[in-house]
T-cell receptor
Framework: DADVTQTPRNRITKTGKRIMLECSQT?????MYWYRQDPGLGLQLIYY???????NKGEISDGYSVSRQAQAKFSLSLESAIPNQTALYFC???????????FGPGTRLTVL | DQQVKQNSPSLSVQEGRISILNCDYT??????FLWYKKYPAEGPTFLIS?????DKNEDGRFTVFLNKSAKHLSLHIVPSQPGDSAVYFC?????????????FGKGTKLSVIP
C-alpha cells in the first residue's frame, strides 16, 4: 500500500543535541509537510514543501530546519534541541490541488 | 489567537446512540473544512470534509453540517460504535491563500461505551 513512514518512532535526546527526523512516502505526492502536536493542542505547521526546490516556513519554524532530498523524502532537523521541543511530530503529504493531507504515524520526541 | 475551536475536550456516548462533535471558527476566509480521526500511536486519518458551498455532506454513518452564518460545523456519527473511540480534529483551510495550510482545532476525545 502507498504509505507515509516516519523514522524513528520514538527518540529521547539531551538538550543541545542535533536531531533529524525522517519522512518517506510512496504515494507519489508532490507536497510534504511537518507538523508538531503538543499535549491537548492541535497540530501546528512547522515547514512545508511543494516540490524538491520549494521549501517554506510554517507558523512555528524557529529552531527547526528541513531538507527535501527527493520528491519522496522530507527530513526535519533540530539543530540544538531544547526541552520545549518535546512533542509529537507528524509528517504529511498531499497532491497538488487536493485538500486532503495524509499523515504518517508520528515520532515521539523527548528532549531532556 | 485560536481560529479553530473545539470547546469540548471529551465526549462520552453509549454505543448505538448519536455522537455530535462541534467545531467553531473565527476566520471568515476559511472555505473548506475537514475532520480527522486519530487513534493512539497513529497519525490522523481523514474522515470527511465539506466545502463552504454546501451545508451538509454525508458518508455512511458520518455527516458533517456547516452553518456559515454561525461559523460552526458539527460531525454527527450515527450509530456510534466502540471502534469510533478516538480523538477527532476539526481542520479548516483558506483555499485562496496558497491552499497549503490546514488550521487545526485542539481535538475532542470521543469515548463510545459498549
Amino acid at each position: 500500500d502507498a504509505d507515509v513512514t516516519q523514522t524513528p518512532r520514538n527518540r529521547i535526546t539531551k538538550t543541545g543535541k542535533r536531531i533529524m527526523l525522517e519522512c518517506s512516502q510512496t504515494k507519489g505526492h508532490d507536497r510534504m509537510y511537518w507538523y508538531r502536536q503538543d499535549p491537548g493542542l492541535g497540530l501546528q505547521l512547522i515547514y512545508y514543501s511543494f516540490d524538491v526546490k520549494d521549501i517554506n516556513k510554517g507558523e512555528i519554524s524557529d529552531g527547526y530546519s528541513v531538507s527535501r532530498q527527493a520528491q519522496a523524502k522530507f527530513s526535519l532537523s533540530l539543530e540544538s534541541a531544547i526541552p520545549n521541543q518535546t512533542a509529537l511530530y507528524f509528517c504529511a503529504t498531499s497532491r497538488g490541488g487536493s485538500n486532503e493531507q495524509f499523515f504518517g504515524p508520528g515520532t515521539r520526541l523527548t528532549v531532556l | 489567537d485560536q481560529q479553530v475551536k473545539q470547546n469540548s475536550p471529551s465526549l462520552s456516548v453509549q454505543e448505538g446512540r448519536i455522537s455530535i462533535l462541534n467545531c467553531d471558527y473565527t476566520n471568515s476566509m476559511f472555505d473548506y473544512f475537514l475532520w480527522y480521526k486519530k487513534y493512539p500511536a497513529e497519525g490522523p486519518t481523514f474522515l470527511i470534509s465539506i466545502s463552504s458551498i454546501k451545508d451538509k455532506n454525508e458518508d455512511g454513518r458520518f455527516t458533517v453540517f456547516l452553518n456559515k452564518s454561525a461559523k460552526h460545523l458539527s460531525l454527527h456519527i450515527v450509530p456510534s460504535q466502540p471502534g469510533d473511540s478516538a480523538v477527532y480534529f476539526c481542520a479548516a483551510k483558506n483555499s485562496g491563500a496558497g491552499s497549503y495550510q490546514l488550521t487545526f482545532g485542539k481535538g475532542t476525545k470521543l469515548s463510545v461505551i459498549p
